[in-house]
T-cell receptor, first 113, second 111 residues
Framework: NAGVTQTPKFQVLKTGQSMTLQCAQD?????MSWYRQDPGMGLRLIHY???????DQGEVPNGYNVSRSTTEDFPLRLLSAAPSQTSVYFC????????????FGSGTQLSVL | QKEVEQDPGPLSVPEGAIVSLNCTYS??????FMWYRQYSRKGPELLMY????GNKEDGRFTAQVDKSSKYISLFIRDSQPSDSATYLC???????????FGQGTELSVKP
């Protein structure tokens, strides 16, 4: 059972570079979301989607882009990486759009130098 | 001020102790209340889920919600070293899919 799969697990970027964090789920979940986790800050919502073609902003959306062309995939794009985006990123999915009972991926540790 | 506040700890207890973890919140529209457990270098996993006010029990774990005080708690009875993890509270209005997390409390249970 794959669940929520995130790639890559680790990434180092230079300031100004762009990249895409991949997220895929095989549970046919409507709801998908991206969080970042920083020490002392807990999990903060970046963007979320309640279905294919529908996305919305969370608490900390600046510097990130998302799209949802299929039910399975929800990539997160960093447009121009900054050191402040150094963090651990988690993708999560849920069966319903209410956002409860999230299933999380194993995370991507990103460092921006 | 964050919508959800949680004491980050760390909290260290001896094996067998009763552990109390708490969160306060400011948004009275929150209806769904959850506790997630996160082991080191892993993604969070759902531990307890409660809708509206009241208590819910699952084995050694009890979740309480007091909407009048905007306060939720997680109790762990007979704590075990395997309970050592970070515990995150989370809340949702149930509309639009925004799930807001607390900062997480790091718990260590010593043998």
């Amino acid at each position: 059972n794959a669940g929520v799969t995130q790639t890559p697990k680790f990434q180092v970027l230079k300031t100004g570079q762009s990249m895409t964090l991949q997220c895929a789920q095989d549970m046919n979940h409507e709801y998908m979301s991206w969080y970042r986790q920083d020490p002392g800050m807990g999990l903060r919502l970046i963007h979320y989607s309640v279905g294919a073609g529908i996305t919305d902003q969370g608490e900390v959306p600046n510097g990130y882009n998302v799209s949802r062309s299929t039910t399975e995939d929800f990539p997160l794009r960093l447009l121009s990486a900054a050191p402040s985006q150094t963090s651990v990123y988690f993708c999560a999915s849920s069966q319903t759009w209410k956002g409860e009972k999230l299933f999380f991926g194993s995370g991507t540790q990103l460092s921006v130098l | 001020q964050k919508e959800v506040e949680q004491d980050p700890g760390p909290l260290s207890v001896p094996e067998g102790a009763i552990v109390s973890l708490n969160c306060t919140y400011s948004n009275s529209a929150f209806q769904y209340f959850m506790w997630y457990r996160q082991y080191s270098r892993k993604g969070p996993e759902l531990l307890m889920y409660t809708y509206s006010s009241g208590n819910k029990e699952d084995g050694r774990f009890t979740a309480q919600v007091d909407k009048s005080s905007k306060y939720i708690s997680l109790f762990i009875r007979d704590s075990q070293p395997s309970d050592s993890a970070t515990y995150l509270c989370a809340m949702s209005e149930g509309e639009g899919g925004k799930l807001i997390f607390g900062q997480g409390t790091e718990l260590s249970v010593k043998p």
